[in-house]
């Protein structure tokens, strides 16, 4: 098979990408092997590979891109990112897309006339009719040599038909490790942004949230009112903002959008403000070439150093009403000369709706900083136990089924015992001790998964679980319990866990089943002198459906000094009571194939 560069120029942007990709990988059972030093590129029968979706784009940042400081304007890089993020759908879909939204954005640099920015996007999953595209966002210096990564994000993508029936993707085939991760990635990904206004309505119900800037004691003589920092424009859509299918440019909706916010931002501070985040880009309604696009934006709330400002765009032709298309919250920091936010002047907000941005300020601030805190760290950054909340919630359901995934996608797993039929793997990597237990069941994927997500049911089969008790049922498929455990040393306090396990059944044919479990903290249960309070990393069960009596179940645990000495005579090869807690675990589910569990299987 040959492959070979394919380049074009697309409304002036350089695009390019691999044709000719051997995606029967997965299917042949040929498992391609990353080369060192490009995570991108895998070699596969001496043949190079690249995900058939990925486009590239490079472009020299021109005094006409940059803003007053010289520096790349974020609503130009945003019309970039737009443009190659719905290349690469378009590439998936074979027909028209159309941006649906765009993920927060976090710009950790800014990017200077005279270098070079550096975008990919490639998609990471296909729904029914919509994808996820992941994009990257890296500048190069051409002076230096140096590169630095600038943002990421996900964009969702709807594909559109010329006529008037429903479009159907096709599904995508993930073929390397990390496509694998960011497959099953996607769809919890995709579960937090339905659940997005949920989480506002529970923040906003919560009288914490309910502050006024009477309550803080603030001077009214220093603040700002926000009507001074209101602004409104209206441009034309005319040809050059439309794309290829004549609606007006998301990217250039976007980018008008953070033109005005600036604008707002600047009339607070009165200085040139630099974006350092972007709440998501919800696009509720297409715009057109004719339309009078209305862009309206005012500052919400200032956090000390930040401030909020809110913006929505809203279009209309002749005398029609105003649709709304688009709404956003961009967060502004005011820089010294030594590059370090400087303190902002606190707000009044104005009566009524002024009132209402100003509490929705704060939900989404305490959002932002959930998603940093749980979400956006590494994992070996992420404390053991987290504070459990309703709002946080969702958070740490996502950051408990990703630790696990991510666990089970790491591919340098070393068998260390078998027997059985029960084979035990060992993990050495970044000062951490993980293992593996795993071994099949005639008993369906579905059943075992049923039965595994209830761990009341655990001190059954498992002899390290002396009694388990369900705390909350935050949701179908969230559950918070305390679980006791055995003294590590003989003559020790017992071990409690307070666990959220998070399950999560198929989203497709071929997904495993998903049950992962983390430690959390709830102050209606703190330590006592009575246990010694444990604490788990992660853990959980990832169960296949070999065929449809038959289900190959693989339980993983990232040890700690608390979990280790369960498990390190059997890493010794000294004994083998993981065998016989598997074989435990299969007569369990064995002898209750048609037994009535205490979670329901509806859902499922």
Not at 116 to 138: P, Y
Not at 282 to 299: E, M, N, T, W, Y
Not at 336 to 364: N, T, V
Not at 517 to 524: E, Q
Request: aromatic share 8%; glycine share 4%; net charge negative.
């Amino acid at each position: 098979m040959e492959y070979r560069q394919v380049s074009w120029n697309y409304e002036g942007y350089d695009c390019s990408f691999l044709t000719d990709h051997p995606l029967s990988a997965m299917a042949s059972g040929i498992k391609p092997q990353v080369e060192q030093g490009d995570s991108d590129l895998v070699v596969e029968d001496d043949k190079m590979y690249r995900n058939p979706t990925e486009v590239k784009m490079s472009q020299i940042v021109l005094p006409c891109h940059a803003n007053h400081r010289k520096e790349l304007s974020v609503g130009q890089l945003l019309k970039w990112m737009d443009c190659t993020a719905c290349l690469s759908a378009e590439r998936h879909a074979g027909c028209s897309c159309v941006t649906a939204s765009m993920d927060d954005i976090h710009f950790e640099r800014t990017i200077g006339v005279g270098q070079v920015v550096n975008i990919k996007a490639k998609v990471n999953r296909a729904f029914n009719s919509s994808m996820e595209v992941g994009i990257e966002v890296s500048c190069e210096d051409l002076y230096s040599n140096q590169q630095w990564k600038v943002c990421h994000a996900f964009a969702t993508f709807v594909a559109r038909s010329t006529r008037a029936e429903k479009i159907c993707l096709k599904p995508l085939v993930p073929c390397t490790h990390k496509e694998q991760l960011e497959y099953s990635m996607a769809a919890e990904r995709r579960r937090m942004r339905l659940l997005h206004i949920d989480i506002m309505k529970d923040l906003l119900s919560n009288k914490t949230f309910q502050w006024s800037p009477s309550e803080e004691g603030q001077n009214e003589q220093l603040t700002v009112p926000t009507e001074k920092t209101r602004v409104e424009s209206v441009e034309l859509v005319l040809p050059p903002h439309a794309n290829h299918q004549v609606n007006t440019f998301g990217g250039q909706i976007m980018a008008w959008m953070e033109n005005v916010a600036t604008i707002a931002a600047s009339r607070l501070c009165n200085a040139h403000p630099t974006l350092r985040t972007i709440d998501m880009f919800h696009f509720r309604g297409p715009s057109q070439v004719g339309d009078r696009l209305v862009l309206k934006a005012i500052v919400n709330n200032t956090f000390k150093n930040s401030m909020e400002v809110g913006v929505c765009a809203e279009a209309y032709q002749g005398e029609e009403s105003q649709r709304h298309i688009n709404s956003a919250f961009m967060m502004f920091e005011v820089l010294d000369e030594d590059g370090k936010p400087c303190p902002l002047p606190p707000i009044r907000p104005e009566p009524l709706d002024g009132s209402r941005r100003y509490q929705e300020a704060i939900a989404r601030k305490k959002i932002r900083l959930d998603r940093k805190y749980i979400i956006s760290c590494k994992q070996t950054e992420v404390p053991l136990s987290v504070p459990w909340d309703q709002s946080n919630q969702v958070y740490l359901s996502y950051n408990n089924v990703f630790a696990l995934k991510m666990l089970a996608a790491r591919t340098k797993w070393t068998l260390s015992s078998e027997k059985n039929n029960v084979r035990l793997y060992t993990l050495e990597e970044n000062q951490t001790l993980c293992f593996r237990i795993e071994s099949e069941v005639n008993v369906p994927a579905a059943r075992a998964f049923l039965l595994l997500s209830d761990l009341c049911c655990r001190p059954e089969w498992d002899k390290l679980y002396k009694q388990c008790e369900l705390i909350i049922q935050v949701n179908d498929d969230d559950f918070i319990y305390h679980v006791l455990t055995p003294s590590v040393s003989e003559g020790g306090k017992v071990q409690d866990f307070i666990l959220l396990a998070s399950r999560r059944p198929p989203c497709n044919s071929g997904d495993p089943y998903v049950i992962a479990l983390r430690s959390v903290t709830l102050p209606t249960h703190p330590p006592t002198e009575d246990f010694n309070r444990g604490e788990m990393l992660c853990a959980g069960f990832i169960i296949y459906e070999v065929s449809k009596s038959v289900s190959k179940i693989s339980y993983y645990n990232q040890t700690n000094p608390g979990v280790l000495p369960y498990i390190s005579t059997d890493i010794a090869g000294l004994s083998s009571s993981f065998c016989y807690t598997f074989h435990s675990c299969s007569q369990y589910l064995l002898e209750n194939r048609t037994r009535h569990s205490v979670l329901s299987d509806t859902e499922i």
